[in-house]
């Protein structure tokens, strides 16, 4: 049996806070460090779908923000002017007492997952990172860009997009790409008919209504961005309203009270994939720095959860750390890569503005595939 006393978690967004919390629980001690300065977030909020709350609810972590989160059951797919294609009901995999499906703000859970790990006994430190590992059969000697030093049985890479530790291991091999799309993000009070996930999509354009509480939801809509522009800060309400100008129905409404600036969240949409396994030797990487993807499905934070979960299993589970670490890649490799080109599949099919892509019968897919045990 290897002993994994000692963790090294390297980044503190959701990926890795999930994944500091797991190996808590297992009793594994924890160490988790954090580029930023100030532990903030972006964004509005985020959905959590129905394997996704599964999980959180096997973390323990459920039950702490289903007050400032709003619970919900079915996903609905609409054209752009309103008219309901079809309405999908949605399944409570972590059992009768929950919702199928969560929409939270990022800000709120944010707050949960860090009191929860500073709670759990893991050490944070913030603005900072690791400048080099050097490994060996026992363990990574660490050096921190502060010039702590440190050794470890384990060093988990959960620093995102640009993950400095992906480069650490494969070099320039993986590099993000700009997918050719965009994603803008609006809050507004949400009104009544907003109790479920609403999808508007057509050949004017993709959008969507997501509740996130009593009070609040967030407009989301993407949109092909050619030669990936810059957007000035003072001209993003103007261009977000430009993005849904075809738009009808609830979305073409609510179009026109996107006024503010400060409130737009613009973000470039941007994939990578690592095709190999996810580790060397006791260096690991997980969520967007090993498999970033789009927002298409809805799916890129629950694959990072997913991945803290499995691994806090595998860690304390029989043989040694190589055993391990290969059977958390078979239990994790296809399943993200599924997410990862699907996602980036809807996305070029609504650049190509393709009539013919069966989008609902890809997210009824998309939802049984991940309904499936782990």
Same mark, same amino acid.
């Given at each position: ?66 007050? !400032? ?5 079915? $996903? ?6 309103? +008219?309901? %294609?079809? @309405?999908?009901? *949605? /399944? ?65 890479? !959960? ?5 400095? $530790? ?6 320039? +091999?993986? %590099?993000? @790409?700009?997918? *050719? /799309? ?193």
């Amino acid at each position: 049996m290897n002993a994994m006393n000692k963790v090294l978690v390297v980044g503190g967004g959701i990926g890795g806070l999930c994944a500091a919390i797991a190996l808590r629980r297992k009793g594994i001690s924890v160490d988790l460090v954090e580029l930023k300065s100030e532990w903030t977030v972006y964004g509005v909020g985020i959905i959590q779908q129905s394997n996704v709350v599964r999980e959180m609810s096997r973390l323990g972590l459920l039950d702490a923000y289903l007050e !400032a989160a709003y619970a919900f059951e079915d $996903v609905a797919i609409n054209t752009t002017e309103g +008219q309901q %294609l079809v @309405r999908i009901p *949605g /399944q409570r995999l972590a059992g009768p007492q929950y919702p199928a499906n969560v929409g939270i703000s990022r800000r709120a859970l944010h707050k949960v997952l860090s009191e929860t790990t500073l709670e759990l006994g893991a050490t944070v430190r913030l603005g900072t990172s690791v400048e080099s590992l050097e490994q060996d059969d026992n363990g990574v000697d660490v050096l921190l860009t502060d010039g702590t030093r440190a050794r470890y049985d384990l060093v988990v890479g !959960a620093d995102g997009l640009y993950s400095k $530790v992906r480069e650490m291991l494969f070099g320039n +091999q993986y %590099l993000p @790409r700009f997918t *050719g /799309q965009s994603v803008w993000r609006y809050n507004f009070p949400r009104l009544p008919q907003i109790d479920h996930l609403a999808n508007f999509q057509g050949p004017a354009g993709n959008a969507g209504l997501v509740p996130l509480s009593d009070d609040l939801m967030y407009m989301f809509t993407t949109s092909h961005e050619p030669g990936n522009p810059w957007m000035p800060h003072d001209c993003l309400a103007a261009e977000m309203r430009k993005r849904l100008q075809d738009m009808g129905g609830l979305i073409g409404e609510l179009r026109e009270q996107i006024v503010d600036n400060d409130e737009v969240v613009y973000k470039p949409l941007e994939a990578v994939f690592v095709d190999e396994p996810w580790y060397r030797g006791r260096v690991l990487i997980i969520g967007d720095a090993a498999h970033a993807t789009t927002p298409h499905l809805g799916q890129g934070a629950g694959m990072a959860i997913e991945d803290a979960l499995v691994l806090s299993e595998e860690l304390t589970g029989e043989g040694d750390l190589p055993q391990q670490l290969a059977r958390f890649m078979a239990r994790r490799f296809e399943r993200c890569k599924y997410i990862a080109e699907k996602s980036l599949l809807a996305g070029e099919k609504e650049m190509a503005r393709d009539r013919d892509f069966d989008r609902i019968g890809l997210v009824k897919e998309m939802l049984a595939v991940t309904a499936q045990p782990i």
